[in-house]
């Protein structure tokens, strides 16, 4: 998340938490129940108003339903979670007071299957449903709400992005929070134990959390050796890693097939995100030279950035690859919708949609 939005958000709670009422003496006491809902629900409002959220609605809506896939298979069905997504290039979540979960775009972008992007969700719901969180500010002396709420978006900052809460937090009244930025390793090892059996019983590759770990040594070693933002607020320990290849091995390997929805959310990341000649220059020899994880999804995003670009032809060209080469896909059709209106085609445009109405009915 921008520095400056990030300091923004922490400034206008700041202001908020002043207009709060004065609801006594909570030091002795846990947090109820309404209070976490009160404190997540003034999270999101000004999580909303920043403009590092992606708000691309086929992006949101596929972490909105993978999320409620994990939650109905997780220890608390009926828990009540948001999700939103930062557009923050650094592989991290974070699960907050109130059942609040902010994803980085960077995840995305770093997973190389959905089961390990699932794995790490999965992972910040077993956090909520634990009441980590909770605990820790329970555990905290506070002598009134305003403290607790401030502590509360104190640790949204730190989770986000641990490097620039550390500057922002100097002097502010979350100093304490520095000291709360990691999870206990005990709340580690419950987080991994009850996300692996979250994973499993939705359905996905329970192995996607070990290959995460890969994945996340592999981003440690080309970012000359500053830790990804998810090692630094989810301690990891040799022990950690042992402890979790144990627990696959109650797992049985089951085949599965994969969501090609997921590669396409992360083309569409990669031709929104970042410097658009230099993903285009990427993806053309990506294709060129077959190197990629998924051909489909690196096609998608040459798509895209072809008819933001307006190079139809280029577009018309990959779109047409997808379609004589994978299955129909909501995704698929709303980027060949797209195609039709840039190019004037309105009356095909509208048929194609009307007709996907029936097919993906919403
Ligand atoms: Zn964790």
């Not at 190389?112 to 905290?140: D, G, M, P, W, Y």
């Not at 640790?155 to 000291?179: D, F, H, K």
């Not at 307006?310 to 779109?319: C, G």
Request: proline share 2%; glycine share 6%.
């Amino acid at each position: 998340m921008k520095k400056t939005l990030l300091i923004l958000i922490f400034l206008s709670c700041i202001v908020m938490a002043n207009n709060l009422p004065e609801l006594g003496d909570y030091s002795s006491s846990k947090i109820s129940e309404n209070e976490e809902i009160f404190i997540g629900r003034q999270i999101l409002f000004q999580v909303n108003q920043s403009d590092s959220i992606i708000r691309d609605i086929e992006i949101s809506d596929y972490l909105d339903l993978l999320g409620k896939r994990l939650i109905n298979a997780s220890t608390d069905p009926a828990k009540k979670i948001e999700f939103f997504i930062v557009n923050d290039s650094s592989i991290n979540a974070f699960a907050m007071l109130g059942g609040v979960i902010g994803v980085h775009s960077g995840l995305f972008l770093a997973s190389n299957t959905e089961s390990e992007l699932a794995s790490v969700i999965s992972h910040e719901i077993a956090h909520i449903n634990q009441k980590h969180i909770s605990r820790f500010l329970a555990q905290q002396e506070r002598a009134s709400y305003q403290s607790t709420f401030l502590m509360a978006v104190a640790l949204l900052l730190a989770r986000s992005n641990p490097q620039l809460a550390s500057t922002t937090m100097a002097g502010a009244s979350a100093g304490s929070v520095q000291g709360a930025l990691d999870f206990t390793r005990e709340n580690e090892k419950e987080a991994d134990r009850v996300g692996i059996q979250t994973l499993n019983n939705a359905g996905f590759d329970v192995r996607g959390a070990r290959d995460f770990f890969t994945t996340l040594k592999k981003a440690n070693q080309f970012s000359g050796g500053a830790a990804p933002a998810f090692l630094q607020t989810h301690p990891i320990t040799s022990n950690r890693i042992s402890d979790i290849e144990d627990r696959l091995k109650d797992y049985p390997y089951k085949q599965r097939l994969g969501n090609q929805t997921f590669h396409y959310v992360k083309g569409k990341l990669k031709a929104l995100l970042g410097d658009k000649s230099n993903t285009k220059n990427i993806l053309e020899e990506n294709i060129k030279n077959k190197i990629y994880i998924n051909e489909a999804g690196e096609r998608f995003a040459l798509a895209y950035i072809y008819l933001m670009d307006n190079e139809f032809t280029k577009s018309q060209e990959q779109i047409q690859w997808l379609f004589d080469n994978e299955q129909s896909n909501p995704m698929l059709s709303q980027l060949y919708i797209n195609y039709l209106i840039k190019t004037n085609k309105v009356t095909e445009a509208k048929k194609l949609y009307i007709q996907n109405l029936n097919f993906f009915p919403i």
